[in-house]
């Protein structure tokens, strides 16, 4: 059974920073892109960065590009997120992903990826 267990949520203060992981078991991923998205309430989910199996190309969105970074590390079957200077609006809960088609495109829409955590929480006060 595959299971995806993101951690590392809570609540910090604008500027602050946090660390997420997600710890993959149930079958090996590295040989999978994997990414993080959010999602606030009633919200479409938003992808966030994604990175390669080899880890040797990233992707980002916009809005964090330049505070946030993404790395995985296969041996560990876990893929992190720093979250470095945070703003309100980084408020979300956070999803860890996989795409294990094997493809290693950076795909940002949700409906490419296989498997989903079932989140954490990131509250960011100003």
């Known amino acids: 059974q595959v299971q995806m267990v993101e951690s590392g949520g809570g609540l910090v203060q604008a500027g602050g920073s946090l660390r997420l992981s997600c710890a993959a078991s149930?079958?090996?991923?590295?040989?999978?892109?994997m990414a993080w998205f959010r999602q606030a309430p009633g919200k479409e989910r938003e992808f966030v960065a994604a990175?390669?199996?080899?880890?040797?190309?990233?992707r980002y969105a916009d809005s964090v590009k330049g505070r946030f970074t993404i790395s995985r590390d296969n041996a560990k079957n876990t893929v992190y997120l720093q979250m470095n200077n945070l703003k309100p609006e980084d408020t979300d809960v956070y999803y860890c992903?996989?795409?294990?088609?094997?493809?290693?495109?950076?795909?940002?829409?949700?409906?490419?990826?296989?498997?989903w955590g079932q989140g954490t929480q990131v509250t960011v006060s100003s």
């Open positions: 992903a996989a795409d294990v088609t094997g493809i290693n495109v950076l795909r940002s829409r949700p409906v490419a990826y296989d498997y």
């Open positions: 149930g079958r090996t991923f590295s040989s999978a892109t």
């Open positions: 990175i390669t199996w080899s880890g040797g190309s990233t």
